[in-house]
């Protein structure tokens, strides 16, 4: 299920971005005592009491102002308003109630989303007495909060996860493997998952841009279940439209990787690997997600005996960071080799939830030391104790070691490879932690 969305809207100056950026753990929007700062939706995730969501600061709304750019900002927070789960609506407790905050409450009430009322700019207990006025907007029982001093926000908090679905509700979902299909727009992503589900699940066009959201669309494959998310085209950010719900659309996609267990990152085989589709590959690789390459539409490709090979030493070359990723060539318009999807879908995913025993996995390090010496640096030489593997997906190995500087960076490649040899990890990036320890110890 999609993290859910909780937009931060009211008139400008209100607090809102510095309450955003107290969430988000650090300064992400700017924050400035004059209106209109906040110009588009930010987005940051965040996580309470085990329930992970993410929030969306917004540009103030501006009900009557005529000026070009403040009707920008206002149409961003209407569209932040139609695609979120939860409202919160942000006033001045220190101003008092005022008429734009009243057209903002009508705006509100229309959207027929759950609406909270932040009184923010409550320092102080006595000034509490100033949020009464506030129940003349017919919203509900409003919320008294300091962002600056983080006043109530635990009360805030527990308010906004209340209107969120319920643990228990989640749970059957998170037992399937979740599948996330992204890549640039019009690559076959739709087609592809369609011909997966055997229906038309999912509307298709020429058109780019024709998905809008990540669906979710749950399936069963020789008994075993899976979640496949079909998402929107991301594009590069100079080519979204200002006042486009592409924005969005982005942003959910980013989200279906964050929450996959396995990554398709679609290519047309017509246009070959792009600086985009390196891009989102790179976005993969960061969240630590196992991947297959897809290579769509190779019905429309002229071919001889050595197209495939040459074209997979493009993707390897174009890729270097991502050689793991397996790479297979399909036609979701034909259907071939559709079927082989899935079955790679499942070997990388049990690749990435391999876990390796301490024992064989300091002997294959044994190995490799003895076959290619640690580097030394002005006179001092690597030295690594022993290994472990500290989590699965991805495979991630803690190496206790006498000095962090000198492992460099190609003998950490070396040994990466050694372990690929040895356990395979095919389709899955490996994470490596170094931590410095005295031999005595």
């Not at 279940?225 to 439209?241: H, L, M, P, Q, Y």
């Not at 996609?253 to 398709?264: G, N, P, Q």
């Not at 030391?369 to 997906?393: H, V």
């Not at 960076?409 to 040994?415: T, V």
Request: net charge negative; aromatic share 8%; hydrophobic share 40%.
């Amino acid at each position: 299920m999609a993290k859910p969305l909780v937009a931060i809207v009211g008139r400008p100056n209100v607090g809102k971005s510095t309450f955003f950026n107290k969430m988000a753990g650090h300064r992400i929007a700017i924050v400035e005592d004059t209106p209109g700062v906040t110009r588009d939706r930010v987005y940051a995730d965040c996580e309470w009491q085990n329930h992970h969501f993410t929030m969306i600061d917004t540009g103030g709304i501006d009900p009557t102002s005529e000026d070009p750019l403040l009707k920008q900002m206002r149409r961003q927070a209407e569209i932040a308003i139609e695609t979120c789960d939860v409202i919160l609506f942000f006033v001045d407790g220190r101003q008092g109630l005022t008429s734009d905050d009243e057209m903002v409450a009508d705006l509100l009430r229309r959207s027929r989303k759950p609406v909270i009322l932040v009184v923010n700019k409550i320092d102080k207990i006595s000034m509490a007495d100033g949020i009464y006025d506030f129940y003349a907007l017919g919203i509900g029982d409003p919320i008294a909060i300091s962002s600056v001093n983080l006043m109530n926000i635990g009360d805030l908090l527990d308010e906004i996860v209340s209107h969120f679905p319920e643990t228990a509700d989640l749970e059957p979902e998170n037992k399937a493997t979740h599948i996330a299909v992204v890549g640039k727009p019009n690559v076959g992503k739709s087609s592809l998952v369609n011909r997966i589900l055997g229906q038309e699940r999912v509307m298709v066009s020429d058109i780019a841009g024709t998905t809008r959201d990540a669906i979710d669309t749950r399936f069963t494959d020789h008994g075993e279940e899976f979640v496949i998310i079909d998402t929107a085209g991301i594009r590069k950010r100079k080519s979204i439209e200002y006042q486009s719900l592409e924005r969005f659309s982005v942003v959910r996609s980013l989200a279906a990787i964050d929450r996959c267990d396995v990554a398709l990152l679609l290519i047309d085989a017509k246009e070959g690997v792009t600086e985009q589709d390196s891009k989102i590959a790179g976005y993969i690789d960061e969240q630590g997600k196992p991947a297959v390459i897809v290579i769509n539409k190779w019905d429309a490709v002229d071919k001889d005996t050595n197209t495939m090979n040459d074209y997979i030493k493009e993707v390897r070359k174009e890729l270097k960071f991502m050689e793991y990723a397996p790479v297979i060539f399909i036609s979701a318009l034909t259907g071939q080799r559709t079927g082989n999807v899935i079955d790679m879908v499942r070997k990388v995913y049990e690749q990435a939830s391999r876990r390796i025993t301490t024992g064989l996995l300091n002997d294959i390090l044994t190995d490799a030391q003895a076959a290619l010496q640690p580097p030394a640096t002005s006179g001092r030489r690597l030295k690594i104790f022993y290994a472990t593997q500290q989590q699965t997906n991805p495979p991630t190995f803690v190496f206790f070691i006498n000095d962090i500087s000198l492992m460099h960076f190609s003998y950490e490649r070396y040994l990466e490879n050694q372990f690929r040899k040895a356990f395979g990890f095919e389709g899955t990036p490996l994470r490596f932690i170094l931590r410095e320890r005295n031999k005595d110890e």
